[in-house]
């Protein structure tokens, strides 16, 4: 049913986050070559490439066989996707059979806050991404000034009556990782916003951040330093 299955990935408001970082920054994918990681379903690609039909290329990556062979496709021909406009590539996103500083756009969505070795995944992509491209990362939890503040308040709770042995498990002043957990269920890394940008610094990439508080979400748009 892929009226629903277009319902509910509207409201996620993926493909808003793509077109508004490349409005604001007059970003053309004219005659570009994109690739996408992590790229699951093909959704936001077919999406893109139904908005964006000057695209030369776009390689989409992903790990889950089933995603990619037998989900995607029928994504793709349900979005009339020209098939010689894109490439379903099975494989990991610390490896690309991509060619060295290839691509103007690279994109990861939902993606980063996956990837356990955040260091890897962008060293990979400056690889494959040339001097003048832009790596645009939408999807990213947000936690608003409040959700932070109410974290550190039943913090501070928790130890000062050292519920549950609290005082054994952290220090009075917490750290984000104590207070924002990984998920186990869905894999899911929690960064602040220091991390984020030293990770990003760190691999040699200057950032923008764009925050979406209606959906909780931000995003980032990385360029070469």
């Known amino acids: 049913d892929f009226s629903s299955f277009e319902e509910y990935f509207d409201k996620k408001g993926l493909f808003k986050q793509f077109v508004f970082i490349l409005e604001q920054n007059g970003i053309d994918l004219n005659n570009s070559t994109v690739a996408s990681l992590?790229?699951?379903?093909c959704a936001l690609e077919s999406l893109i490439l139904k908005k964006y039909q000057g695209i030369k290329k776009m390689f989409c990556v992903e790990f889950s066989k089933h995603r990619i062979k037998e989900i995607?496709?029928?994504?793709?021909?349900h979005y009339k996707i020209d098939p010689n406009q894109i490439k379903l590539c099975l494989g990991s996103f610390y490896n690309l059979k991509i060619e060295n500083n290839s691509l103007d756009v690279v994109i990861l969505c939902q993606a980063f806050h996956h990837a356990e070795y955040p260091d890897k995944l962008l060293s990979e992509?400056?690889?494959?991404?040339?001097?003048?491209?832009?790596?645009?990362?939408?999807?990213?939890?947000?936690?608003?000034?409040?959700?932070?503040s109410k974290r550190v308040i039943k913090h501070f709770i928790k130890w000062i009556i050292n519920y549950k042995e609290a005082r054994t498990k952290s220090e009075f002043l917490p750290c984000w990782q104590y207070l924002f957990p990984p998920s186990k269920v869905k894999g899911d890394i929690h960064y602040s916003k220091s991390q984020y940008i030293r990770?990003?610094?760190?691999?040699?990439?200057?950032?923008?951040?764009?925050?979406?508080?209606?959906i909780k979400n931000q995003a980032f748009l990385l360029n070469h330093l």
């Open 38 to 41: 992590a790229s699951g379903t």
């Open 72 to 77: 995607a496709p029928r994504v793709l021909d």
């Open 125 to 148: 992509i400056r690889r494959v991404l040339k001097q003048e491209g832009k790596l645009v990362i939408i999807g990213e939890h947000y936690f608003h000034i409040l959700e932070i």
């Open 199 to 214: 990770i990003f610094s760190n691999n040699s990439f200057k950032h923008k951040q764009y925050i979406f508080k209606d």
